[in-house]
T-cell receptor, first 116, second 111 residues
Framework: NAGVMQNPRHLVRRRGQEARLRCSPM?????VYWYRQLPEEGLKFMVYLQKENIIDESGMPKERFSAEFPKEGPSILRIQQVVRGDSAAYFCASSQRDRGIGETQYFGPGTRLLVL | KQEVTQIPAALSVPEGENLVLNCSFT??????LQWFRQDPGKGLTSLLLIQSSQREQTSGRLNASLDKSSGRSTLYIAASQPGDSATYLC??????????FGKGMKLTVNP
């Protein structure tokens, strides 16, 4: 059973470009979470999605950031018009929510975004 | 608003020592607490998960305890090894699905 997969692992963008980060959850998992880790900071929750639904986006910046988890394919975190402050590691996690709220979240290796 | 604190931010010890890593949280209304390990440039590996109804969990040389009423958890590492060097993160889950993380503690075990 492959773990959570994220790509690309490293992404370099110039200011103003778009960044698109992909996450494939573990097989059988239908719940995806995105977290951001800024330099010297802990991980901060961004958004929680189920297939075709955004459940909680309370940690997502109001502008430039969006996330989706379509019926088919990976979850996508999109950052438009990137700025240097977006440079961070972005982690995706997945879980089998139907086992209850105490279910473990399994994390991917992360995508490290560098904005020049 | 839940806040998670890990002190100290870094620790350097000689090989073989028994270690205690601390985690405190401000809101005791949690569903579970999880300890993770993060190696440089890598993702997070879950070490132990303690449900709110549990007092401790053990896995190999690791033992985690939870005292919900006082808002504290400890991760005990027995007989530390250089391979234990990593950043250790504590995270709690409250009434929503999101995990609230501490900033982590960077552990260095010297041979």
């Amino acid at each position: 059973n492959a773990g959570v997969m994220q790509n690309p692992r490293h992404l370099v963008r110039r200011r103003g470009q778009e960044a698109r980060l992909r996450c494939s959850p573990m097989k059988g998992h239908s719940h995806v979470y995105w977290y951001r880790q800024l330099p010297e900071e802990g991980l901060k929750f961004m958004v929680y999605l189920q297939k075709e639904n955004i459940i909680d986006e309370s940690g997502m910046p109001k502008e430039r950031f969006s996330a989706e988890f379509p019926k088919e394919g990976p979850s996508i975190l999109r950052i438009q018009q990137v700025v240097r402050g977006d440079s961070a590691a972005y982690f995706c996690a997945s879980s089998q929510r139907d086992r209850g709220i105490g279910e473990t979240q399994y994390f991917g290796p992360g995508t490290r975004l560098l904005v020049l | 608003k839940q806040e998670v604190t890990q002190i100290p931010a870094a620790l350097s010890v000689p090989e073989g020592e028994n270690l205690v890593l601390n985690c405190s949280f401000t809101d005791s209304a949690i569903y579970n607490l999880q300890w993770f390990r993060q190696d440089p440039g890598k993702g997070l590996t879950s070490l132990l998960l303690i449900q709110s109804s549990q007092r401790e969990q053990t896995s190999g040389r690791l033992n985690a305890s939870l005292d919900k009423s006082s808002g504290r958890s400890t991760l005990y590492i027995a007989a530390s090894q250089p391979g234990d060097s990593a950043t250790y993160l504590c995270a709690v889950k409250g009434g929503s699905e999101k995990l609230v993380f501490g900033k982590g503690m960077k552990l260095t075990v010297n041979p």
